[in-house]
């Protein structure tokens, strides 16, 4: 039985993720599926059993994190959330709000390839530039708030629903503020957003849990 099924209740039979120890591209699912709350079996793979065995190569695209929900096999993090997101309600009520719920989640993935170049390729070149550059990153965001109810009774960055891209951000709010932790001073819908999501008291249980704390958020140790 994985950590994660021990701690919360809920089923979903055959769900199960497959990934290296760390947080990484699975946190945004994880949370989404703490939140929702359901529950998932975990594989952990080993760097060095990755790097020995057949397992990359049965693995579309060659990577990880792979989900298996009965007979589905997914891989692609974005894609595993859509669907998680489309599984337990947390997507939008018609094509077109689906649509502007993939354009920001595709704004978060921009963002977060940029936060894992820093962290895989130049931490220790790069890290004061990006830092700097963050104000200017995280404004778009911002900005979505601001447009939604001037992020007011709006609880989510999309409508007022939470769904898979609000998941996806915070997970890289969170990433983003242990790296640099006054990142969001200046940015108060983001910092309010922020808040409220993290607190949702089953996905704060979830976050304090052993489950989430003690996983390294990179696999270099970088955060
Ligand atoms: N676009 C993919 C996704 O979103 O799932 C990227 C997946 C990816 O980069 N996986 C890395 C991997 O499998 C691990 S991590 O970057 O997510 O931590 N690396 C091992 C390898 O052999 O490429």
Not at 85 to 96: E, L, N
Request: with cysteine; aromatic share 10%; proline share 4%.
């Amino acid at each position: 039985m994985s950590p994660c099924s021990s701690l919360f209740t809920g089923a979903v039979p055959g769900l199960k993720i497959t990934y290296f120890p760390v947080r990484g591209r699975c946190s945004a699912m994880r949370m989404l599926l703490a939140d929702q709350g359901q529950t998932w079996e975990e594989e952990v793979v080993a760097i060095d059993q990755w790097f020995s065995g057949d397992m990359k190569k049965s693995c579309v695209f060659g990577q990880l994190p792979k989900v298996q929900d009965g007979d589905l096999v997914l891989f692609q993090s974005n894609a595993i959330l859509r669907y998680l997101g489309s599984k337990f309600g947390c997507h939008g009520t018609d094509i077109k709000v689906n649509a502007e719920i993939d354009m920001i989640n595709d704004g978060v993935e921009d963002l977060r390839i940029k936060y894992l170049t820093l962290i895989y390729k130049n931490y220790e070149t790069g890290k004061a530039d990006f830092i700097k550059s963050l104000p200017d990153e995280l404004k778009w965001f911002e900005g979505l708030l601001k447009n939604n109810n001037k992020g007011e009774s709006a609880g989510f960055i999309h409508g007022e629903k939470i769904c898979y891209a609000d998941y996806n951000l915070v997970d890289l709010l969170l990433n983003l503020q242990t790296l640099e932790p006054t990142c969001l001073k200046e940015l108060p819908l983001l910092q309010a957003y922020y808040q409220r999501v993290t607190s949702r008291p089953a996905l704060s249980k979830y976050l304090k849990s052993d489950a989430h704390t003690k996983l390294p958020i990179n696999g270099n140790g970088k955060q």
